[in-house]
């Protein structure tokens, strides 16, 4: 596969599509999402080659003011994912923090998202070996859940009664 670069500057309502390396190969598009399409098809005119085997990156020019406000935008989102980890890791260690000595329901409670992220925090490995050993609060309650309990079963006629 064959790569050109075509500059995209606008033209009017249009997209002027130049190839730098094809002297006299140009086009034009009234879309970026189209112009590589548009780009590769006057290539392939030009050099006989099939528009499916060439594969162009589109670079539009933009002016300092707009190449200006996208760097701004680059730096927010770097500094929006920076934030995201830090709250993150936060996060993660209150969850730790709070399951030592309370459910995963209260500390999600308290942390203002539920127990399932509350068990995402803490992560897959941790959990389980804390599940495995059990505390002996959660070991206590387990051992005597089922022994003492007896299955009720409803009749129909209470179901319909109930309902």
């Known amino acids: 596969m064959t790569a050109y670069r075509v500059n995209a500057r606008r033209s009017g ?27 590769a098809e006057a290539i392939a005119v030009m050099t006989d080659a099939d528009a499916g085997t060439i594969d162009v990156d589109i670079v539009p020019e933009l002016d300092r003011a707009t190449r200006s406000a996208l760097a701004d935008v680059a730096r927010a989102k770097r500094a929006r994912a920076e934030a995201e980890e830090v709250e993150r890791q936060a996060m993660r260690a209150a969850a730790v923090a709070l399951t030592n000595d309370m459910s995963q329901r209260d500390a999600g409670r308290i942390l203002g998202v539920s127990f399932q992220r509350i068990s995402q925090l803490l992560a897959l490995p941790a959990a389980a070996a804390r599940k495995a050993r059990g505390s002996g609060r959660e070991a206590t309650k387990r051992a005597g859940r089922g022994s003492d309990l007896v299955p009720v079963q409803r009749s129909r006629s209470h179901e319909r009664a109930s309902a």
């Open 13 to 39: 309502d249009w997209w002027a599509l130049e190839v730098p390396d094809l002297p006299g190969v140009f086009s034009q598009a009234k879309r970026l999402d189209s112009a590589a399409r548009a780009a």
